[in-house]
């Protein structure tokens, strides 16, 4: 049986998500007109059935419904149907946002709750696996998040699937099960919490029509599965309010222009891309084998959180004029680059990878330090959203001219990239700044290369919710692994949207990481020095960089 560990603090609100935060504080969902007919259809569900699942359109809503009908039940005596709750997502934002519903509810509701409780308990949750004779082999302590009632019993959100799903006993939420690490493995340990007397709902949109999720959708309708299925689109939850809870919770004032207006934009955002907005919207599974590096393939040269350098500007920077630009970005990489350059191994040879955006997406440059070992660990990570080309050379500029034993650098040269790319072979070297024209020939010869080198560990990159989300977005189309068009939500910003950003970005690091490059030779300076014009010196890998005047 899974054991809690000690409780290592109290959440505080700032750090829930941003959807959790914009909720009113009377916000009641018990309110008359509050929940949506499919919401109030999947309560009733998963009241009466042991086993119910919900094959869904995104935001629709369920996630909401289901934070909702736990609360009431945690906070319930035993002899009412009180029981303990598990909320099991893919990501722990998805765990954050859940774990918040529920408070929320608690406290507008008014449920008991126990004397001590002031907030949301972070905690070590004990993921205990045993042999078949029930001696103890291993334990794997999880960050989860937790709310205790007075009833005794307790809603727990994780934030990583744990590997004894087993172990939990009461009312398993599986969220997003079809971009769990191991789908399968998920369904079976979850059946088998039936022989306590457990429950479980089963929550996602769909992941190609390959995944176990539809397998078990398709088997139960056939009789194969237990499960009770319901089918949720994006236009049966349009039908029954979304857009004027949309406006309720945005402070909007809902119009029938407004409404055709907001859902041309949900549909439009999908450009030609109508696999992916049928699979997102209307739960109609793509064809494919959908992401082509699987979660656990990228979690696994995931080790440690390093820093993910953010420079997001205002549209208005770039009418600053060019010397106010130089200027202020030059403090920030004072402030901000320099600290993290100073900090890099001078024994090791770098690379680095940029991936070019201006305006819609991330420029994300992602430097490497190749180890003895040969594996390619990224010490961190620049990602610049609307930052003008002339800041982004800047930046990048810099960052090459500090790297220890600088190798070799692969560069965006697609469409607008190409200017950058370009400039910057010029100042250091076409020999060792590999300009990349992104298209499925390159693709093809490079990519195989990139997900064999996730999938024996051969990356070492920070544990990042966007990193991975950007490189899950990978899928095998007509057999080559790109990215489709289908964008996705940042998960610090709501208000961003990223297109695989930093996937590019490593896999171009990588490409240069096997280049046959001679590295720089390189004349050290005292740090006094670093603010001093340079001049390139010739060597035999092209230009290097020399401190000094002109």
Known sequence: ????????????????????????????????????????????????????AAEKGRRTGITYATA????????????????????????????????????????????AMAENWN????????????????????????????????????????????????????????????????????????????IWGGKIRIISTHNTDKSPF???????????????????????????????????????TPTPEGKEAWYKKIRGSYGTNTAAMKEELDAIPREGSGVAIPSIYVEQCMHEPRP??????????????????????????????????????????????SDYARFADFAVVA???????????????????NVPTRQQEQILWRMIEALPRFRC????????????????ADRF?????????????????????????WRDRMLDVPSDADVLNDVRALERIDGIIKLPKLKVQDTKDAGLKRHGDSAIALALMWFASQQDVCEYAYHSVPRAGREQAERPIKTTAGFGVKKGLW
């Not at 237990?226 to 949720?232: A, G, L, N, S």
Request: aromatic share 8%; with cysteine; net charge negative.
């Open 308 to 353: 993910i350098l953010r420079l997001s500007l205002e549209k208005e920077f770039v009418l600053k004029g060019d010397t106010f630009r130089r200027r202020w970005a030059e403090d920030w990489i004072r402030q901000h680059l320099n600290p993290l350059l100073d900090g890099l191994d001078p024994k090791l040879e770098h690379v680095f990878g």
């Open 1 to 52: 049986m899974n054991q809690p560990g000690d409780v290592i603090r109290i959440l505080s609100p700032e750090e829930l998500p941003k959807d959790v935060r914009s909720l009113p504080a009377d916000h009641n969902p018990l309110r008359e007109g509050v929940l949506m007919k499919h919401q109030v259809e999947w309560c009733k569900l998963i009241n009466a059935e042991d086993l119910c």
């Open 119 to 194: 907030g949301i308990e972070v905690f070590l949750f004990r993921d205990q696996q045993f042999d078949q004779v029930g001696n103890e082999v291993a334990t794997k302590e999880i960050t989860a998040y937790r709310i205790r009632f007075a009833s005794g019993f307790q809603i727990v959100a994780l934030s990583s699937n744990p590997a004894n799903i087993r172990g939990l006993q009461g009312i398993v939420d599986i969220d997003e099960a079809a971009f769990h690490r191991n789908v399968q493995a998920v369904i079976d340990s979850a059946l088998a919490l039936l």
């Open 68 to 111: 909702l009908d736990d609360t009431i039940t945690a906070s319930s005596a035993k002899e009412a149907g009180g029981d303990d709750v598990y909320y099991v997502g893919d990501t722990k934002d998805k765990g954050l946002e859940f774990i918040g519903y529920c408070a929320h509810f608690a406290r507008v509701m008014a449920c």
């Open 367 to 385: 430097p490497g330090e190749v180890r003895q070992d040969l594996v390619r660990r990224v010490p961190f990570m620049l990602e610049m959203n």
């Open 214 to 252: 539809n397998q078990l959708v398709k088997d139960s309708r056939t009789g194969l599965q237990p499960f009770k299925i319901m089918r949720i689109t994006f236009d049966d939850a349009v039908n029954n309010g979304l857009y004027e809870r949309v406006c309720m919770v945005r402070g909007w």
């Open 409 to 424: 650098g692969a560069m965006d040269a697609t469409g607008n990239g190409q200017t950058l790319a370009e400039y910057t």
């Open 429 to 453: 070297g076409h020999g060792v700044i590999q300009q990349v024209t992104l298209n499925d020939a390159w693709y093809r010869d490079n990519m195989g290369s990139y997900e064999d080198a």
